[in-house]
């Protein structure tokens, strides 16, 4: 591997450990500050608007500029949302803000891989980034825990330095604090990450015009890659599970964090570490599924989403940490076995279809999405006034109600197309064997 690419790696670790961390620490803002519940779930939605909104010219964004100065800029933007958390804007307005930052830095990370590493590497190359990002969430959780926790807030509360005002009144403070130096470490590591020589794409693309027309102009194009996606017989089948999986595991980092505060009374640090568990489980599903799965068999493991709208159901009868461990395992072992192949199978219809930087543009467009619709389902029903049980109890059979409207939709494919769906299939198998 080229030396840059060990400092993408310093500089994506940095920056998902904050971003694991500050949602820890939002929380435990809004909770110091008697915050109602919905504004709470809010948090996982809004982080994911600007995801969506910004999904047509994020990649035109990411090939402007050198992607190094974009993942700068993107964690600059990060900061900024911080500093809006610690002086006084509303906690969802200041989060938005850091989503619009993330949703910048998403297509420069993955982008500038295939400027620096030749084709022969990428996939070791993308195997280190993802496991890296785990390993990143996992310890970026804990940290945000420790961080709002009564031991590690007391000290830092209590930190002077000459010309800085550095008094946190309260642990959420103290721990965005430090968040706001790890974002600010990542950026500077950004600024190390050396020139590709890659030709930059100014968005300005057709001098004739503004630059305002040159952006709208982006977006027929950006909607006919998503209308062909979700129109190809296995495209809109990976898509909708892929859709679905993301807006589970998306809220599911605020479900547990309500869960474990209302079956094991534990409080914002104690709970994140739970969240953490279920990341482990993940990565786990992801080997396994990496190990015994193939391509033209992806959508063989849709089934496995009800099981997870069932486990969710079922969190509600546990009230003991020994016994939520291995479950929480397990929950997300589920989701990881689900989501790789489908989202392998994703990737694989488009790239056939439109290639691969469009298709990732459009994935994380319906992905977010379904952040954003769920989290807002979940959050309307806590704002009704459901107690967090009756909540994830609605949330669960939501998600294993789609799942049987997504398994019966693949029936009826098959059986309606069933030439289609042979030819696409052939094209899998043919891919997977390297024909």
């Not at 809004?46 to 992607?67: M, T």
């Not at 496991?131 to 825990?145: D, F, R």
């Not at 305002?212 to 296995?234: G, H, I, M, S, V």
Request: proline residues 4%; aromatic residues 10%.
């Amino acid at each position: 591997m080229k030396r840059g690419f060990y400092t993408i790696m310093a500089a994506q670790f940095f920056s998902s450990l904050a971003d694991q961390a500050l949602f820890v620490a939002a929380v435990e803002l809004l909770r110091d500050a008697h915050a109602p519940e919905w504004q709470l779930i809010a948090l996982i939605p809004i982080f994911a608007v600007f995801y969506v909104l910004f999904a047509p010219w994020a990649g035109a964004f990411a090939d402007a500029l050198p992607k190094g100065r974009v993942m700068f800029i993107s964690n600059a933007i990060k900061v900024i949302g911080c500093l809006m958390l610690l002086f006084g804007s509303h906690p969802l307005l200041a989060y938005a803000v850091v989503g619009l930052g993330a949703a910048a830095y998403s297509p420069a990370k993955y982008g500038i891989l295939t400027e620096l590493l030749p084709p022969s590497q990428l996939v070791k190359a993308n195997g280190w980034i993802e496991g890296l990002t785990i390993a990143s969430i996992i310890l970026g959780l804990v940290l945000g825990g420790q961080l709002t926790g009564d031991s590690m807030s007391s000290r830092l509360m209590a930190l002077r330095f000459p010309l800085i005002d550095t008094e946190f009144r309260t642990a959420s403070q103290a721990a965005i604090g430090v968040v706001i130096g790890v974002y600010v470490l990542a950026a500077a590591i950004n600024m190390r990450i050396p020139l590709t020589g890659a030709a930059m794409r100014p968005l300005r693309a057709d001098r004739r015009h503004s630059l305002a027309y040159n952006l709208l102009a982006l977006l027929p194009d950006f909607w006919r890659c998503n209308t062909r996606l979700w129109r190809d017989k296995l495209g809109q089948i990976s898509l909708a599970n892929t859709t679905l999986l993301w807006g589970t595991g998306g809220n599911l980092k605020y479900i547990v964090l309500a869960w474990a505060a209302a079956a094991l009374n534990y409080n914002t640090a104690q709970a994140s570490s739970l969240t953490s568990v279920v990341i482990l489980g993940t990565a786990i599903g992801a080997v396994l599924a990496s190990v015994s799965m193939r391509l033209d068999k992806a959508t063989r493991v849709i089934p496995m989403g009800i099981g997870i709208g069932v486990l969710l159901i079922a969190m509600n009868f546990i009230h003991n940490v020994w016994v939520a461990v291995p479950f929480l395992v397990l929950l997300g072992s589920f989701g990881g076995f689900l989501v790789v192949p489908m989202n392998a199978l994703l990737q694989h219809r488009g790239h056939n279809l439109m290639g691969a930087g469009r298709s990732i543009a459009v994935q994380n467009f319906n992905e977010q999405a379904g952040i954003l619709l769920l989290g807002a389902l979940y959050g309307a029903g806590s704002k009704a006034g459901l107690s967090a049980y009756t909540a994830i109890t609605l949330f669960g059979l939501v998600v294993a109600g789609a799942t049987v409207s997504i398994g019966l939709w693949h029936l009826h494919n098959m059986r309606r197309y069933p030439k289609e769906m042979q030819r696409l299939l052939a094209i899998a198998r043919s891919d997977r064997e390297g024909h």
